[in-house]
């Protein structure tokens, strides 16, 4: 093997590595997360994934959910807030920068159905028109959920304007 290339082993390796890694910041933010909930006295269930090359850690209630809707807030501003704490927390263990993905009952999930259905009537609005379409402000992971369902239509979208005021824009083909 020449220098500079990489065998399929050497890189097997490194996408183990990766896994691992995430899997790591998985455990690190439940333990975070389960020492919240219990100084809070609220009831829920953690589970922990790896999606999209992120770690994707999930709190889930055990009873009707009502509870843990303190966590999530008002357009999900505490769940907001928690993700990056949590996520702080997680730097503080490994010394790198985290991706996590926090979801709280469910919030997260039901959000991103509505932000694809939104980029697909978008995306079927501007195939009609031929006309760009500017939707509201949003959150980078708001704006990312629009961005893959306007591709996934067959179009392309930009994200314009400065945060917290950054918003996409679909434009035609």
Not at 5 to 33: F, V
Not at 77 to 98: I, M, N, P, Y
Not at 114 to 130: F, H, N, P, R, W
Request: hydrophobic share 40%; no cysteine.
């Amino acid at each position: 093997m020449t220098e500079g290339t990489i065998s399929a082993a050497e890189s097997a390796d490194e996408a183990d590595d990766a896994l691992t890694r995430l899997e790591q910041e998985g455990e690190i933010a439940a333990d975070y997360l389960e020492g919240l909930l219990d100084i809070a006295d609220l009831d829920g269930d953690i589970d922990m994934d790896v999606e999209a090359d992120r770690a994707a850690v999930s709190i889930i209630s055990d009873s009707d959910g009502r509870d843990l809707q303190k966590l999530v807030g008002r357009d999900g501003e505490v769940l907001e807030a928690l993700q990056e704490l949590t996520r702080l927390a997680v730097h503080r263990e490994t010394g790198d920068r985290s991706r996590l993905m926090l979801d709280i009952a469910g919030f997260r999930a039901k959000k991103r159905t509505e932000l694809a259905e939104l980029g697909t009537k978008a995306a079927d609005k501007v195939k009609s028109t031929g006309e760009p379409v500017k939707l509201n402000p949003m959150t980078p992971f708001e704006r990312k959920v629009v961005h893959d369902a306007v591709a996934a239509a067959g179009l392309r979208s930009e994200s314009e304007g400065e945060e917290p005021q950054r918003f996409v824009v679909v434009l035609p083909a």
